[in-house]
């Protein structure tokens, strides 16, 4: 029997939140974790959140995304531009979770963030952060579409008949946005929602709040937005 597929929605430093998750979820050598991006920023321990995926990537096969805080961390690092903006938009977090510098950053971790992926696909999937223009291969979209771009709800399907997994657009509802084509599994962890990870063939869903609270697994079809 193949693996099981299991996306992971928007993490941003609840380190609690996921743990509980993957200690539910249980992801096992045959199983494939797709990490939608945003693991870094705003919630309270973005270094033990990594830790965690590391530990995650010894278990299983581990996609991991590149989302548009990391993509904020990585140039405010190399380049020192966008460190204004990344500190305010949760980048003060994440340091304060190694200790208030760069410098404190374990190399692991910048190679993790650094091996950040643009997209990622299967046969009936594509896997991506923020969004993807409707009618443009994957390998051609823009960094503004892959990792910045709200998700409007109303987006056509893809071209490629894929159905687009997606976080970055955060649900307030903690409920993931289902329309045609589309799966955006971002509730707000960070916030009051949920840790959403979705086993894409069997449209189950389990989530984690950062306070330990776990639900799942739960049909996809009985927890859709309105
Ligand atoms: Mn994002």
């Known amino acids: 029997m193949p693996g099981r597929t299991l996306a992971i929605g928007d993490i ?18 045959d199983d ?3 990490v939608l991006g945003d ?9 033990r959140a990594i830790d965690l995926l590391l530990e995650l990537c010894k278990t299983c096969e581990l996609k991991f995304i590149l989302g548009n805080h990391e993509e904020m961390m990585l140039k405010a690092y190399h380049t020192g ?50 969004t ?22 109303d987006e056509p399907p893809h071209d490629s008949g894929r ?16 329309f045609d084509g589309w799966i955006c599994i971002d509730t707000w ?11 894409t063939s069997a449209e189950l869903v389990y989530r984690s709040k950062q306070d330990g609270s776990y639900e799942g697994p739960v049909a996809l079809e009985h927890l859709v937005s309105d």
Request: charged fraction near 20%; charge should be negative.
């Open 12 to 29: 941003h430093g609840c380190d609690f939140a996921l743990e509980t998750l993957l200690q539910n979820v249980q992801p096992v050598a």
């Open 32 to 34: 494939t974790v797709v």
């Open 39 to 47: 693991v870094v920023d705003r919630g309270p321990d973005t270094r």
């Open 81 to 130: 531009e966008w460190m204004r903006e990344w500190l305010t938009f949760g980048g003060e977090e994440t340091l304060a979770s190694y200790g208030g510098s760069f410098a404190d950053v374990l190399p692991e971790h910048f190679d993790f963030l650094a091996s950040g992926l643009n997209y990622w696909e299967t046969e009936t999937e594509i896997f991506v952060h923020a």
């Open 132 to 153: 993807l223009d409707s009618g443009v291969p994957p390998d051609l979209q823009t960094r503004e579409c892959l990792r910045w771009e709200r998700l409007q709800g």
């Open 163 to 178: 159905t687009v997994i997606c976080g970055h657009t955060s649900q307030r509802s903690g409920k993931p946005l289902v």
């Open 189 to 199: 962890v960070y916030g009051d929602g949920w840790l959403t990870c979705l086993d």
